[in-house]
């Protein structure tokens, strides 16, 4: 059964406007994190924001924020005030069994490539 | 300060060959871990590793083996070469705490013609 789920290959917005891009997860765990990375077209994996499973509120790193539902199993990344370099593959990636000792699997979504138009 | 390191960044492989591709981290982490990301698609899960000498199969371990002799290097080892395993392999690492998150090396291309 696919972990994480991300339902929009792909997204459009405007320079300066705000964008949601969805992610979804499945877990039977209690206490798991929740990661989102940056892929721009060069290749490399950019860390952009955390959220604990036991958060009460949800994360905030400048531009990024996520609205974190834990009863709906969502974890949406928030860009406010997109700009041209926001270009590039988003994932959602989920680590479970935490603090179990051995059992902390990272996995990812199958992103979703956003395109920011001047 | 090197982060994660992967070598080769590119290689070429014929069908049945084989090869090693070296990840080594140097910020003492304790997990590491191989993904693949085949054109246009996520990252899947080969193997991971919480520490030396413990390895374990991620979602796609088929045509693959790890080590972990040292907590400084990861190696995914390729046996018989097959087209299907034409992708971009990352290796990652982290600290073996919750909210920390993984480091990622450059890559390595791989294409078996």
């Known amino acids: 059964a696919q972990k994480i789920t991300q339902t929009q290959p792909g997204m459009f917005v405007q320079e300066k406007e705000a964008v949601t891009l969805d992610c979804t997860y499945d877990?039977?765990?209690?206490?798991?994190?929740l990661f989102w990375y940056k892929q721009p077209s060069s290749g490399e994996m950019i860390f952009l924001i955390y959220q604990g499973s036991y958060d009460e509120q949800n994360a905030t790193e400048g531009r990024y924020s996520l609205n974190f539902q834990k009863a709906r199993k969502s974890a949406n990344l928030v860009i406010s005030a997109s700009q041209l370099g926001d270009s590039a593959m988003y994932f959602c990636?989920?680590?479970?069994?935490?603090?179990?000792?051995?059992?902390?699997?990272?996995?990812f979504g199958k992103g979703t490539k956003l395109t920011v138009n001047p | 300060n090197a982060g994660v390191t992967q070598t080769p960044k590119f290689r070429i492989l014929k069908i049945g060959q084989s090869m090693t591709l070296q990840c080594t981290q140097d910020m003492n982490h304790n997990y590491m871990y191989w993904y693949r990301q085949d054109p246009g698609m996520g990252l899947k899960l080969i193997y991971y590793?919480?520490?030396?000498?413990?390895?374990d199969k991620g979602e796609v371990p088929n045509g693959y083996n790890v080590s972990r002799s040292t907590t400084e290097d990861f190696p995914l080892r390729l046996e018989l070469a097959a087209p299907s395993q034409t992708s971009v392999y990352f290796c990652?690492?982290?600290?073996?705490?919750?909210?920390?998150?993984?480091?990622f090396g450059q890559g390595t291309r791989l294409t078996v013609v």
């Open positions: 590793s919480v520490g030396a000498g413990i390895t």
């Open positions: 990636a989920m680590r479970e069994g935490l603090g179990q000792g051995g059992s902390e699997k990272l996995v």
């Open positions: 877990t039977s765990d209690q206490s798991y994190g």
């Open positions: 990652a690492s982290s600290y073996p705490t919750p909210r920390t998150e993984a480091f």
